[in-house]
């Protein structure tokens, strides 16, 4: 995505933006190969909402040291080539001192929208029902740790050095 952003691409119709499944999830609309526009029109109707093809575009944080286990969701309008709506997500109950803050809330430091209270609503209603997306959100957060494993039996200090040298393992290849 930031290759393309970099490169200049810009969103120029439901093409460009219906090929990834999760984008279709988004808009309640089953995986095939071709939509209509009419089609997609029909798919977004609220009151407070331009008709149009939207997307989220999720940032986890990549600081190494950081465990802020939250995601930025910029909910992005195509036809109006712009963020509708930015929403800050986190997926553990904030700690001292920011412990006032909500784990689900529209970022006030990032773009909103005249839509983006309407938008907020169909994310909240997409978490509490699509469980395989809340877990695709969730999963770069909360990484699983696997437990490495030695591939043969432990070698004593005091035994042969399994090089064949002949010497005791911890006076040869022992780090």
């Known amino acids: 995505m930031l290759d393309l952003a970099r490169g200049g691409h810009e969103l120029e119709g439901p ?6 499944p999760f984008v279709l999830e988004f808009l309640g609309l089953n995986e095939r190969d071709e939509w209509r526009e009419r089609e997609l029109e029909q798919v977004i109707d609220r009151d407070g909402l331009p008709k149009g093809d939207y997307l989220f575009r999720e940032f986890y944080c990549n600081e190494p040291d950081c465990d802020c286990r ?5 909910v992005y309008w195509a036809q109006g080539k712009r ?43 997409i978490i509490a029902d699509d469980r395989a997306y809340y877990d695709r959100l969730v ?32 006076r040869c290849c022992r780090p």
């Open 15 to 20: 093409s460009d933006v219906l090929k990834d």
């Open 83 to 125: 963020v509708a709506a930015t929403i800050n997500y986190a997926f553990e109950p904030s700690k001292p001192p920011f412990d006032d803050e909500p784990q689900v809330f529209l970022d006030p430091l990032n773009p909103q929208s005249d839509s983006s209270e309407v938008l907020f609503e169909i994310f909240g209603e």
């Open 139 to 170: 999963r770069p957060a909360f990484p699983r740790q696997e437990q490495v494993r030695r591939e043969g039996p432990k070698i004593g200090p005091n035994e042969p050095c399994p090089c064949g040298s002949g010497k005791k393992y911890k």
């Open 70 to 74: 939250r995601v930025v969701l910029q």
